[in-house]
């Protein structure tokens, strides 16, 4: 069984910080990419920062400069610190972990999303 645990999510001004971070229950399983995903209102789901177990990161183009995701992997936690929000940054944010099975099977597990309002 896998379980993702989030936390971190809140209301800012603009200008403002947070710091997300999620938490892997998967003790059954090898975690290969962890990362976060957004869904603003009416969008679809964007991959936001990804990070490999090697520590390889990569951005949608809208945060870089702005947002770090750093990983633990031997808590198997995933961090996103955003900083300079802007009010597009406004989502509910998904924390996800790519996972492989002892057979070699691989898939990809989701947390239950934090709301990230970002205010003018």
């Known amino acids: 069984q896998v379980q993702l645990v989030e936390s971190g999510g809140g209301s800012v001004q603009a200008g403002g910080s947070l710091r997300l971070s999620c938490a892997a229950s998967a003790s059954l399983y090898s975690i290969n990419d962890m990362g976060w995903y957004r869904q603003a209102p009416g969008k679809q789901r964007e991959l936001v920062a990804s990070?490999?177990?090697?520590?390889?990161?990569k951005y949608t183009d809208s945060v870089k400069g702005r947002f770090t995701v750093s990983r633990d992997n031997a808590k198997n936690t995933v961090d996103l610190q955003m900083n300079s929000l802007i009010p597009e940054d406004t989502a509910v944010y998904y924390c996800y972990a790519n996972l492989l099975t002892r057979s070699s099977i691989g898939f990809d597990a989701w947390g239950q999303g934090t709301l990230v309002t970002v205010s003018s």
């Open positions: 990070i490999t177990r090697g520590g390889i990161t």
